[in-house]
């Protein structure tokens, strides 16, 4: 299939024709002139006519569950200062990267009851900057991930599948999950990397392809 794949922010013809689309959420797929923000693949299927993936949410939410306990793990014997310091991944902080990570699965447990997921990964900045020692942002993340756990315990995510709105398009709320266990495990292979802990093998988890490159 012929397409071409550009950088909105190459200061060129990326550039140009992502203002031309109204400069929307990246990444974007345009399909006759339309412009198509993109959370899962899934959506790009749908926009090509093609079928869709199948997952297997109650193996990806459980996964999931493992992957923030490993991260926690890390966090625990992480310094304040390596949590703080620029990493390689655009020069976010390893608590930057925690918040981006956990906060989502804060907020997915009421996307299966409301059917909105109102992630703002713009907003960030401003929850980690609340944040202020290595004994809050651990606090944090095993708060959330405890809520995740707790809910996985109350409800069966392989008995339904709702549609649920999202700042990037609609996608089911088997898809959000696939995502977010994906975007768990690739910033967890970076925080491995950058403290050097030896962590999972993400290689063991079923269908969990990582770029090789992880920055």
Do not use: C, K
Not at 63 to 76: P, V
Not at 172 to 197: K, T
């Amino acid at each position: 299939m012929e397409h071409e794949s550009l950088n909105a922010a190459d200061g060129g013809e990326g550039a140009r024709r992502w203002a031309a689309a109204g400069r929307p959420v990246l990444p974007t797929l345009v399909v006759d002139g339309r412009a198509l923000p993109v959370l899962h693949v899934s959506q790009i299927a749908d926009a090509l006519g093609l079928p869709s993936p199948v997952g297997d949410p109650g193996r990806d939410a459980a996964d999931a569950a493992t992957i923030l306990g490993g991260w926690i793990a890390e966090l625990r014997t992480a310094s304040w200062e390596a949590l703080l310091a620029p990493t390689p991944a655009r020069g976010r902080s390893l608590r930057n990267l925690t918040v981006n990570v956990f906060h989502p699965f804060e907020l997915l447990p009421g996307a299966w009851t409301t059917g909105e997921f109102d992630w703002r990964p713009e907003d960030d900045a401003q929850r980690e900057n609340e944040l202020t020692s290595a004994e809050g942002l651990t606090g944090f993340a095993t708060a959330a991930a405890s809520g995740w756990a707790a809910f996985l315990g109350a409800e069966d995510v392989a008995a339904r599948d709702p549609a649920v709105a999202t700042s990037r398009g609609p996608v089911s709320f088997s898809a959000l999950v696939a995502f977010q266990r994906w975007h768990a495990a690739y910033h967890y292979r970076q925080l491995l990397e950058v403290l050097g802990g030896g962590g999972l093998d993400l290689a063991a988890f079923e269908g969990l392809t990582l770029p090789r490159d992880v920055f």
